[in-house]
């Protein structure tokens, strides 16, 4: 890793070669709603995105309404976004002219154009060529659709199964002169299995994720889910913020699969340049935006380049190439981690704010090694120690007696000043075992820390652990392991 | 209740309600403190993370009803409360740079959504029981006594001498916290509970209280202060010469009084401040308060002395009344002394710093003496300080069969102290009426 400070300062390039589509950095709109006309994306490659994936085009359908529903969360709106939207329902020599029209206009940004036609060698040949013809820089396959599509025998019905996405591939490579993308479902068990067909079939790329199957939600006034097509609804796409761990999951697998290795285009809730830049960590080349544009716009991409590009800065990365994939060989199996690591939580008295939420997190969900009750001289160990539990503690403050101070006579105001010691938590260490539970719920920031303590013990992995006994065991459903004595 | 027309404009909500949308956005803010300060600082320890979530979830019943269970007038309480030196006060929130909760406003839009959805006290025992108790008075503490009481199925009536219940939460609160239309409506939430309100009867002599000792099983002391101090100075007879209380209740359920061009508020209390805000509100043009000491001895939460600033009011401190000038017009001026602070705190007049504060109006804000009369009728309870003395937890007095509560045993706190007493008060006569009932066998066996 490239120290900070250390090299002389560079200005970053963020131009992108995806498997031979050039574009000026690698934030590409996603096939859907904001790259649905040439109007939308000559306004969105103005506004700075680098390239754009067409709104996908094959035989024309009928949309029905309302198509969208989402999850809010603590009040914030949209962290997951669901639609049962088909693909284009404009006529395709519409869209072949106006790719045509924004290639023309700008010759420099990527346009790729997402196709989806139904299952004939012949319907995927002219649907090539009329792309190929209009312009486009690459051609991204739609075997993700979840909904609407796939029970027409489209979309995700092709994307599940892995002879048919190789099938399918294979003919649009006989045609096709642009890179194929082969855009990934998520809903499956394992999606190597579709991307080593893909590649199988000669794709010289992957998108992934699609959306996920989902319900958002139903309204609990007429029990209809929503989004409420008179009276009923239907399985929809689940995408936004929420998906994205689930996205960053199966890119890794992708990336770290050499049968399924190709360059990839990440999608899945990207929302910022801090996204893209775990999604480029991860593997890919470009990335894909949607549901950020769909709540904000195509001016979130001015903070995309300009974060993405200080932080490249800061951390001495003059392309995308520099650190693209770094962190795919920092995810291994559970059987490689270091069992004699161990760290322990540390509160910042002088950060704390009394919240107590740590130690209830640790007393109801996790290790009851929080506590309350500051108490001198040695109590650590693993001797039985008496605490007072959460219940008891809630108990003696409302059978407290308070009153309202009157300033004269008890001169205390609000809780500006230091926290009081009684409400600051303490962590027992020897019997922290350092889930982070307590440092993920504290509200502040750099209170608990998690800090490493010295074991004594060198490195060692379950795997080094049970060879040495012997051999590894396997995980196997009852009934089925051999090793049962 | 003859409020008139003018009041609700002049004295529109300091603290507008909140919109749902917005009340559900302050809502999610709440961190759900364990063990919350907010609670711990509140005297009827209302589980305020309970509550708030409970709003952020849109469970508005559940939301007023877990602020009910802790504190029958949780309405009254949401708009009168000091919570800047309460729960708002304790929130963690102010050890990290972020505004506190406005658990306030909060507590306020759960409970105007129950008012509004026609909600009800719920009964905390189904059983009927036999045994009576009084509460004298029908301010908050014995209103909070009889609620808790009704709610266990006992039955309780209430003594008041005023024709609207509520005490000093509809006579005495400025009108843009709580209105007096508001705190009777709670009430009636009480009243619709099975609570018996006898108003119009005043309990003042040995008599009167040998006959309630006859009819009732058990006894609450509610009564809270008697009459305001007097100035004690040449003239503090004129009929421009009025008590702080009065003059906030005469404009809160009745006519409002005729205010001077300029008026001067004795005392820096948050009852001065009260009335000289009303003053102003009511037309008053110059309206100053004056106290003998400095702001730093003032009673006064400073959010009340800060907001009384904003009202126009003007403060004059270390300054001591000595005698009111009056002809046939009225009051024509107040002649004051500055005073000096020595050793110990006491006052001595600044020789030579006499002078005139021009005013019609004198509004006296200077405390109220223990309502001696009543209290020393009723045998056996003990008075410390002029306050009946209680056994803290459970308010019961010397006297076994008298409990007592409020600003007659805090000597003048907030309503939510007063509903905290007779919340405890009632629990307590409860168990103990419960008690005697097994020991005799049943309940009818008390009357026996």
Redesign the interface.
Same mark, same amino acid.
């Given at each position: 890793m490239p120290e900070n400070g250390s090299r002389p300062q560079v200005e970053p390039d963020l131009t992108v070669n995806f498997a031979g589509i050039r574009s000026p950095n690698p934030f590409w709109l996603a096939s859907a709603p904001p790259t649905n006309s040439g109007e939308q994306v000559m306004r969105a490659f103005d506004a700075g995105w680098g390239g754009a994936v067409w709104k996908t085009i094959g035989e024309p359908i009928v949309n029905v309404s309302s198509r969208y529903s989402s999850i809010d969360w603590? %009040?914030q709106r949209m962290m997951g976004l669901n639609n049962i939207e088909l693909i284009s329902d404009r006529p395709l020599e519409d869209n072949l002219r106006e790719i045509a029209e924004v290639k023309k206009r700008y010759p420099r940004h990527a346009v790729v154009a997402s196709l989806m036609v139904e299952s004939k060698r012949e319907a995927w040949h002219t649907i090539v060529a009329q792309a190929e013809d209009a312009g486009a820089d690459g051609l991204e396959l739609n075997f993700g659709c979840p909904h609407g599509m796939s029970e027409r025998g489209m979309g995700s019905a092709v994307g599940q199964v892995p002879e048919y996405t190789e099938m399918i591939t294979a003919w649009v490579k006989e045609k096709a002169k642009t890179p194929v993308i082969v855009k990934l479902t998520p809903n499956i068990a394992d999606i190597t299995v579709i991307a080593r067909a893909a590649k199988r079939g000669g794709a010289d790329a992957v998108s992934a994720i699609n959306t996920i199957n989902s319900i958002t939600g139903i309204d609990l006034d007429t029990f209809i889910p929503r989004p409420n097509v008179d009276g009923k609804s239907s399985h929809g796409g689940y995408c936004g913020p929420a998906v994205r761990p689930i996205a960053l999951n199966m890119v890794q697998q992708v990336a770290s699969d050499p049968e399924a290795a190709l360059p990839i285009s990440g999608i899945g809730g990207i929302a910022n340049w801090q996204d893209a830049a775990e999604f480029i960590l991860l593997g890919c080349g470009t990335v894909q935006v949607c549901t950020a544009v769909m709540h904000y716009g195509y001016r979130i991409v001015e903070d995309m380049i300009d974060g993405l590009t200080n932080w490249m800065r800061q951390k001495g990365f003059a392309t995308i190439e520099d650190f693209r994939g770094l962190s795919v060989g920092r995810v291994t199996e559970w059987k490689h981690l270091n069992l004699s690591y161990k760290i322990v939580a540390r509160i910042d008295e002088a950060k704390c /704010? %009394?919240?107590?939420?740590c130690? /209830?997190a640790c007393w109801d969900g996790a290790h009851q090694c929080i506590h309350?009750d500051r108490v001198s001289g040695p109590v650590d160990g693993h001797d039985v120690e008496l605490h007072t539990p959460?219940a008891a503690?809630?108990a003696a403050?409302?059978a407290?007696?308070?009153?309202? $101070? /009157?300033?004269?006579l008890d001169g205390? %105001?609000?809780?500006?000043g230091?926290?009081p010691l009684a409400?600051i938590p303490r962590v027992d260490e020897t019997e922290c075992v350092g889930c982070n539970l307590c440092s993920l719920v504290c $509200?502040?920031e750099q209170c608990i820390t998690m800090v490493e303590v010295e074991t004594g013990k060198g490195p060692e992995t379950w795997e080094e652990r049970t060879s040495s006994q012997g051999g590894a065991k396997e995980c196997a459903p009852p009934g089925l392991t051999t090793q049962r004595s | 209740m003859r409020q008139d027309p003018s009041i609700a404009e002049k004295f529109q909500d300091l603290h507008p309600p909140f919109a749902p949308q917005a009340a559900? *956005?302050e809502a999610?803010r709440c961190?759900?403190?364990?063990?919350a300060?907010c609670?711990? =600082?509140?005297?009827t320890?209302i589980d305020v993370p309970r509550f708030i979530g409970k709003i952020?979830r849109d469970n508005l019943r559940g939301s007023a009803l877990t602020i009910l269970d802790a504190n029958v007038l949780g309405e009254s309480c949401s708009r009168a409360?000091?919570v800047? *030196?309460?729960c708002?006060?304790? &929130? *963690?929130?102010?050890? &990290?740079n972020q505004q506190?909760i406005q658990i306030a406003r909060l507590q306020r839009f759960a409970m105007d959504a129950f008012h509004a959805s026609g909600g009800t006290l719920p009964r905390r025992s189904a059983v009927e029981r036999a045994e009576k108790i009084a509460c004298i008075g029908a301010g908050p503490a014995s209103l909070a006594c009889a609620a808790e009481l009704r709610q266990r199925g006992f039955q309780a009536t209430i003594f008041e001498r005023r024709p609207l219940p509520g005490g000093l939460n509809t006579y005495g609160v400025a009108e843009y916290k709580l209105p007096a239309r508001a705190s009777v409506e709670e009430i009636e939430l009480i009243r619709k509970l099975g609570v018996e309100f006898r108003h119009g009867v005043e309990i003042a002599t040995e008599a009167d209280v040998a006959a309630l000792e006859r009819e009732f099983d058990a006894l609450f002391l509610g009564v809270g202060l008697g009459p305001a101090h007097r100035l004690g100075i040449p003239g503090d007879d004129h009929r421009d010469v009025i008590d702080a209380l009065e003059f906030i209740a005469q404009y809160k359920t009745d006519t409002p009084p005729q205010v001077a061009e300029s008026v001067a508020v004795i005392g820096a209390g948050n009852t001065a401040i009260d009335a000289a805000n009303a003053a102003r509100r009511l037309g008053a043009a110059n309206v100053a308060i004056l106290y003998r000491r400095t702001q730093r001895?003032?009673?006064?939460?400073?959010f009340e002395y800060e907001h009384a600033k904003q009202e126009g009011v003007r403060f004059l401190w270390r300054v001591m009344p000595v005698r009111i000038h009056a002809d046939e017009g009225g009051i024509r001026s107040l002649e004051c002394v500055q005073v000096q602070i020595g050793e110990g705190g006491a006052l001595s007049p600044v020789p030579g710093s006499t002078f005139h504060f021009d005013c019609g109006q004198i509004i006296c804000a200077i405390g109220q003496s223990p309502l001696l009369q009543l209290l020393s009728a009723v045998r056996g309870v003990e008075l410390r300080h002029g306050r009946v003395a209680v056994d803290?937890?459970t308010g019961r007095t010397a006297n076994p069969k008298y409990y007592a509560g409020g600003d007659c045993v805090?000597g003048g706190?907030?309503v *939510?102290?007063a509903v =905290?007493d007779g919340k405890?008060s009632g629990i307590a006569i409860a168990e103990h009426l419960e008690r005697a009932a097994q020991g005799a066998g049943s309940p009818e066996a008390v009357h026996a």
């Open positions: 603590n %009040g /704010i %009394g919240c107590e939420l130690y /209830i309350l959460p503690i809630e403050t409302r407290s007696i308070a009153v309202t $101070p /009157i300033p004269k205390h %105001g609000p809780a500006t230091a926290t409400r $509200p502040v | 559900r *956005v999610d961190l759900n403190c364990f063990d300060p609670t711990a =600082a509140c005297p320890h952020a409360c000091p800047e *030196v309460l708002e006060g304790a &929130c *963690v929130f102010h050890r &990290c506190p001895q003032m009673p006064a939460f400073s803290r937890p805090n706190r907030e *939510v102290d =905290a405890r």
